[in-house]
Each structure stands twice: as C-alpha cells, then as structure tokens.
C-alpha cells in the first residue's frame, strides 16, 4: 500500500468516524470518568470509610485488584464487582494487601480516583494501580454499569494467574 494510499484510508476513516459521533459528543454521552486525586489516594491509605458510600472489590478477595466506594444515591448494575460490609478490620487489610502485592508483582504503588458521572459530579471513589482503565456508563434513575479493569497482563500477574514468580524469594503467592 503506498504511502498516499494510506493516507486517504485513514482520512476517509476519520470522516467516517466523525460522522458515526454526529459531530459532537453524543458519542460519549452517558459515560462517566475517573480522576486521580491524592487526597482520596490518602483516605484509603488512611483507611478512612466513608458512611456516603457502597464498597465494592474486583478480582480475589484477599488481593483485590481495585476497591470502589460508590455514592448510596446511586445502584451499581452489574454483577463483575462484590458487594463488601466494610469494617474498619476489613479495609485496612484489603488495602495493605493491595498495597503489598502491587509493589511486589508489579513494583507499582496503588492510586486514589474520584469517579464522576455524565454531568462530572462526584459519585464515587476507586482504588487501583494506575494502569487500571475502566468504564462507567450512567443509566436513568441514578443507575450506574462500572466494568472492572481489563484483565491485562500486570493484572493477571497481579492475581497470580500469569505463572510468572512475584514476591521476595522468588516464589508465587
């Protein structure tokens, strides 16, 4: 393919792009966001709860690879996260995990986000490593879909499911 060739392609398929997107934002209409904030890195740090929120972990139950705290106002809809009865015992030991274990497979630290809605008003907080991209889709009625991260490959040496060694000594979890 020549290198005018490939041009017009991707010209006529960005044309096609932009005509699919209505040429605005409808798109991306009803798809919330997260943000990295540092203060919300350093209440999970802290293990502080907040009473406002529903927990919810993905991945073990021991090494979870995010913990979300949604806002009560709002209903999660979908059964790829487990509901959590946060206690003060409970946090603190899912987050060192998590802390523990990304730094170990991953040599990453964990991270705090606010999770916004269609309309960027804070509904929510997530705890995950960086890498951890994820989608919030608004429905009616204060609805909410969030998938989980991707199952890609720091996550899989995240869970143990990679057969790679993490950890001191070599050895897996």
């Given at each position: ?66 913990i ?16 959590i ?16 274990q990304s ?15 269609d ?14 991209s ?10 909410v ?25 070599g050895?897996?979890?």
């Amino acid at each position: 393919m020549s290198k005018y060739t490939k041009l017009i392609f991707c010209i006529f398929a960005f044309l096609a792009l932009y005509n699919v997107c209505g040429c605005s934002t409808s798109f991306f209409k009803n798809w919330g966001r997260i943000e990295p904030d540092a203060n919300v890195t350093d209440s999970f740090n802290k293990f502080q709860i907040n009473s406002n929120f529903n927990y919810f972990i993905s991945g073990s139950d021991v090494y979870p690879t995010s913990i979300m705290g949604l806002n009560k106002a709002y209903t999660l809809e979908t059964d790829l996260w487990k509901r959590i009865d946060m206690t003060p015992i409970i946090f603190s030991e899912l987050v060192t995990n998590m802390r523990n274990q990304s730094i170990g497979c991953c040599s990453q630290t964990m991270h705090g986000f606010y999770i916004y809605d269609d309309n960027n008003n804070k509904i929510g907080i997530w705890y995950s490593l960086i890498s951890g991209s994820i989608a919030i889709k608004m429905k009616e009625d204060n609805k909410v879909i969030i998938f989980p991260p991707r199952d890609d490959d720091s996550y899989r040496a995240y869970e143990g499911k990679s057969g790679r060694s993490i950890g001191f000594g070599g050895g897996g979890i």
